[in-house]
Nanobody, 123 residues
Framework: ERLVESGGGLVQPGGSLRLSCAASGFNFNLYAMGWFRRAPGKASELAAAINSDDDRTYYTDSVKGRFTIARDNALNTLYVEMNNVMPVDAALYSC?????????????????WGQGTQVTVTS
């Protein structure tokens, strides 16, 4: 199994960024996926999640209306579109593979994480 994130970098407050996660080594279309983030000195947080094939989604309250999670099962790729980025969004973002087709909201609902891509918010 392999998850490789990309798309992180520097973004100004109010700006936008799209992160991608390329999956390989497993049947991507059978598993829910999530985006976790960890800011310095803080616990890891599930920012967004999506079911395997019905596009049902979850967002933590602080990103609702600003982030959009999506997946392309034909390309084995997970995305998150981050709009109106705020300083509190600065973190290491990692995609994670769910334990089955429906997303969970707790870390134990995910069995594999990528290495992550860093998002830095600076003016």
């Amino acid at each position: 199994e392999r998850l490789v994130e990309s798309g992180g970098g520097l973004v100004q407050p109010g700006g936008s960024l799209r992160l991608s996660c390329a999956a390989s080594g497993f049947n991507f279309n059978l598993y829910a996926m999530g985006w976790f983030r960890r800011a310095p000195g803080k616990a890891s947080e599930l920012a967004a999640a999506i079911n395997s094939d019905d596009d049902r989604t979850y967002y933590t309250d602080s990103v609702k209306g600003r982030f959009t999670i999506a997946r392309d099962n034909a390309l084995n790729t997970l995305y998150v579109e981050m709009n109106n980025v705020m300083p509190v969004d600065a973190a290491l973002y990692s995609c994670a593979k769910g334990q089955g087709p429906l997303f969970g909201v707790a870390p134990h609902g995910y069995g594999y994480w990528g290495q992550g891509t860093q998002v830095t918010v600076t003016s």
